[in-house]
Every structure is written in structure tokens, then in C-alpha cells.
């Protein structure tokens, strides 16, 4: 059925994201989009997926207006079907506050999807337990440090001891345990983290690309 290569599609999406192909990630999630609307109705879940998806492509595009346009929609969507997907999108805009300079509105949604997530047992997943490091680095960008090691250390510690968290999310989550060290003063500390994270990202991105570069700059930048 056409709604299975909607699925497909927001699938191939999220994989060329990874990839560092975001025009064509958009793209693939547009497509699929499209078919989920036509097949399955403007406020089907999965077109919430496509909307979450395609708005990491627009971030890694540098369009963040797009970004949370997209989030916005999805959201709606999520929370008017009850889709367990409205965490994952309120961590994603929180995600995308903190980009833009907006600690406190990215703390308060980080909260929101986290405390969901939580709730449905997936505490210990590893893009939960990365999550509550971007957690700790709003908080910390915010003027709260001792809150932010409260939230970070405990989370960088489970992901440690997990060989599935090994590559991406450990790396990523060791980047924001890093400024989170450095807005408490531990520079020591907050270098081996950085190191740690650049070590694991560059094992699953060789050569980093481009955009991936200069976003991981951006989230280190005093």
C-alpha cells in the first residue's frame, strides 16, 4: 500500500540526514509527506513523523524558521491523535530553543518531553539519556550550574556503561556534559569530555561534514 512506501520514505529521510544529506532528506521526507496526507489524512500520526523528521533536515539546512514551523504542526498533530510522538517533539523543539538562544523556553519543553518519555519507560534509552545532557546545557546556559551537573553527570554516566549509546549519542551527549563542566568551572574536565565526544562523533561520521561541523562549534561556543 502507498502508506507503507510514506513510511519508506520517512525512513530513507532520517537515514540521509544522518548521512549529512539534508536537501535530500527534505526531499524524501516531503514525498512521504505527501502520500501519508493522501492516503491517510492531513492529521494522521504519520505525517507527524515526516513533520519531526524533516525539521532536523531544515535545522542541518540552517533553517531554523522552517524547523520549528514544522514542530509546531507536528505537535498539534501528536497531541490531537495521542500519539506517543509529542515527546520526542517537544524535546526537538526544546532542542531547537537552545540553538536560537532560548534557554528558558527550551528548558521548560525539554522538562515536558523528558517527563513523558520517562513515564513510558524509556529512561534509559539512549536518545533520552542524551536528551537530559541538552537538558543540563539549557540549565547551565541559563545561570544554573549545580542544576545542570545535577542533570548531566548522572545521564553521561548510564551512557557510558552502554555499548549502544557508543558513536552518536554518547558523543553528542559528551559535547554538552563539556560546556556544562566548563559553565561550572571544571576545565580540565570539560576538555577530556570534548575530547570524548569529538572521538565518538568522528567514529561514526568520519570527517565530519560541513553543517554537522559548524553546528557542534555553535553548541561549544562560550
Excluded: N
Aim: charged share 25%; hydrophobic share 45%.
Amino acid at each position: 500500500p502507498e502508506s507503507r512506501r510514506a513510511w519508506t520514505l520517512i525512513g530513507l529521510g532520517s537515514a540521509l540526514t544522518q548521512d549529512g544529506q539534508p536537501e535530500a532528506a527534505m526531499d524524501a521526507f516531503a514525498e512521504g509527506e505527501a502520500i501519508a496526507v493522501r492516503t491517510l489524512g492531513a492529521g494522521h500520526a504519520m505525517v507527524a513523523q515526516a513533520l519531526l523528521g524533516s525539521s532536523y533536515a531544515a535545522r542541518d539546512l540552517g533553517r531554523p524558521e522552517l524547523a520549528e514551523q514544522r514542530l509546531r504542526r507536528a505537535l498539534e498533530i501528536a497531541v490531537a491523535t495521542g500519539d506517543e510522538a509529542k515527546a520526542r517533539v517537544r524535546a526537538a523543539m526544546g532542542e531547537l530553543c537552545l540553538e536560537q538562544g532560548r534557554p528558558e523556553e527550551a528548558i521548560e519543553l525539554l522538562q515536558q518531553g523528558l517527563a513523558d518519555l520517562d513515564r513510558r519507560g524509556e529512561g534509559r534509552d539512549p536518545q533520552t539519556l542524551t536528551l537530559h545532557t541538552v537538558l543540563a546545557l539549557a540549565l547551565a546556559r541559563a545561570g544554573r550550574p549545580a542544576e545542570a551537573l545535577a542533570e548531566s553527570e548522572p545521564a553521561i554516566s548510564v551512557l557510558e556503561t552502554l555499548d549502544v549509546a557508543r558513536g552518536r549519542w554518547l558523543g553528542e551527549a559528551a559535547l554538552s556534559h563539556a560546556e556544562v563542566l566548563l559553565h561550572a568551572g571544571r576545565l580540565d574536565d570539560a576538555a577530556r569530555w570534548r575530547k570524548v565526544g569529538e572521538s565518538e562523533l568522528e567514529s561514526v561520521w568520519p570527517g565530519l561534514h560541513p553543517r554537522r561541523l559548524a553546528l557542534l562549534a555553535e553548541r561549544m561556543a562560550p
